[in-house]
């Protein structure tokens, strides 16, 4: 099942920027769809995700308050809204999604390419 991020590219810092995903294939179901970023030299980190059944969001304490992540109108999609954009937000950007194919008894975690975000200072 691949997972297509777009979006992102070069903003300057205070403004805003959307990504978006979208999971296609031979899904049953999603359980959490979510943002990680990486910076160079740094570990992959969650940004933010939601629980698909609830709608339940969790947030990196660096993104509270500026970033808000949404199931997108089409099925299987993912958006994050980034505003009040930092230097630090600089990173490449994955889109990640627990789901469970069609016929499959377990689930998987599946990423996206990622997509670059930079914001200059």
């Known amino acids: 099942v691949p997972l297509q991020a777009y979006g992102g590219g070069l903003v300057q810092a205070g403004g805003s920027l959307g990504l978006s995903c979208v999971a296609s294939g031979s899904i049953f179901s999603i359980n959490t769809m979510g943002w990680y970023r990486q910076a160079p030299g740094t570990q992959r980190e969650l940004v933010a995700s939601?629980?698909?059944?609830?709608?339940?969001?969790n947030y990196a304490d660096s993104v509270k308050g500026r970033f808000s992540i949404s199931r997108g109108f089409a099925e299987n999609t993912l958006n994050l809204q980034m505003t009040s954009l930092k230097p630090e937000d600089t990173a490449v950007y994955y889109c990640?999604?627990?789901?469970?194919?069609?016929?499959?008894?377990?689930?998987?975690?599946?990423w996206g390419q990622g997509t670059l975000v930079t914001v200059s200072s």
């Open positions: 990640n999604a627990i789901l469970r194919r069609r016929g499959a008894l377990v689930d998987y975690d599946v």
């Open positions: 939601i629980t698909i059944s609830n709608l339940r969001t």
